[in-house]
């Protein structure tokens, strides 16, 4: 009964398989792969795994990528079966105006959030939870106590910003540089100027859901670039790579106990 869960990103396509279709489920194989390479999966690191009965995807990069994935996934003989975000699932509702238009990575790392804050409080969502996604580009959702998401803001990560900036000012093409509090080069200037953009966005929701629910929330972040920028957050918080997974799986479990 093992279960194959795959999130394809604007960059990456990420891979995991677990023993059940189930939260907490043990983690039998994982790995990730560029886009570029995603034809190369069922002759390559696929082969390796065993048959699963199950998968369920997220995926943001398009339906040409999407059928590119579901020609690899003949290797077994699995239903494809992909996330659309909804008005209600997995104990998460959907406050966005158009629910469906909510991208369903954001959706899916919601009841992944959920799910994990679950784990730790056995069972009850008792703070409002921030859930950040860091990346190509960079979510910053809000979820409330009761599972009902507020909403959230997006903002381009560090690529690009610094390729629109670039692309907009002559002669500034410099290697990365380093965070520091007062910058004195160019380098260094950007990649802070970056990274503050990012965690005072942040911060900023951080306070306007504390501000909305009373209590001080709990702050998840992932995503491929999250490690280099929670160094600089001045709030709590918590990586966790495995939040995506975390939502299918649970999305997955749900679907089977109706």
């Not at 398009?62 to 079966?81: C, T």
Request: hydrophobic fraction near 45%.
């Amino acid at each position: 009964m093992s279960f194959m869960a795959i999130d394809i990103g604007n960059t990456r396509l990420k891979w995991a398989q677990y023993a059940s279709p189930q939260p907490g489920a043990a983690l039998l194989a994982h790995g990730a792969v560029f886009l570029e390479t995603i034809d190369e999966l069922a002759d390559g690191e696929w082969t390796r795994l065993q048959p699963p009965s199950s998968m369920l995807g997220c995926n943001v990069a398009g339906d040409p990528v999407r059928r590119r994935v579901e020609e690899q996934l003949e290797l077994w003989d699995v239903e494809p079966r992909w996330v659309v975000p909804s008005a209600h699932d997995a104990g998460v509702s959907n406050g966005y105006d158009h629910p469906a238009r909510l991208g369903a990575d954001r959706w899916v790392a919601l009841i992944g959030a959920r799910a994990h804050m679950r784990e730790r409080t056995r069972g009850a969502l008792t703070r409002p939870v921030l859930v950040v996604m860091i990346g190509t580009a960079v979510t910053v959702d809000a979820l409330d106590p009761h599972g009902h998401f507020l909403g959230g803001i997006i903002l381009p990560g560090h690529g690009i910003m610094l390729r629109a900036l670039e692309s907009g000012t002559a002669g500034l093409h410099v290697p990365t540089g380093e965070v520091r509090a007062f910058p004195s080069n160019t380098s260094d200037g950007l990649t802070s100027g970056g990274t503050y953009a990012i965690t005072g966005a942040i911060e900023r929701m951080h306070r306007h859901l504390a501000t909305r629910c009373g209590t001080r929330p709990a702050t998840l972040i992932t995503g491929g670039a999250g490690w280099k920028v929670a160094p600089f957050l001045e709030i709590e918080h918590e990586l966790v790579e495995s939040l995506i997974f975390d939502g299918l799986l649970a999305l997955q479990s749900h679907r089977l106990a109706l």
